[in-house]
């Protein structure tokens, strides 16, 4: 065999490797990347749930603290007749010697 044929022959058993070599990486490749969507799937849901989750717990949080607004209200209001009824039972509201004075 001629060192022109052999040359060749070498060359085209390196391409051969080479492409088998890349084909090899390209599948690792291949099968990293649907490793890395099949997780990056899984923490989209963890996330999403989480999400879902959270906005739960504020809804739930914004409907007490709703509740506890109105309930102090009229807690405050009660307060404010109570203290309007006091004042006009008073002695002082009649003119008399008393609270205020």
Do not use: C, F, W
């Not at 203290?83 to 039972?89: G, H, K, M, T, V």
């Amino acid at each position: 065999m001629s060192i022109v044929k052999k040359i060749r022959h070498q060359t085209q058993m390196a391409k051969g490797k080479s492409a088998q070599t890349e084909a090899a990486g390209m599948n690792l490749q291949t099968d990293e990347a649907k490793a890395m969507a099949v997780e990056i799937t899984a923490e989209n849901a963890a996330l999403e749930e989480a999400y879902q989750s959270a906005e739960a717990q504020a809804e739930a949080t914004t409907e007490q603290a709703n509740q506890m607004a109105h309930a102090t209200e009229h807690v405050l209001e009660e307060l404010q007749e109570m203290a309007q009824r006091a004042d006009q039972a008073s002695p002082a509201a009649h003119g008399a010697p008393g609270r205020g004075g």
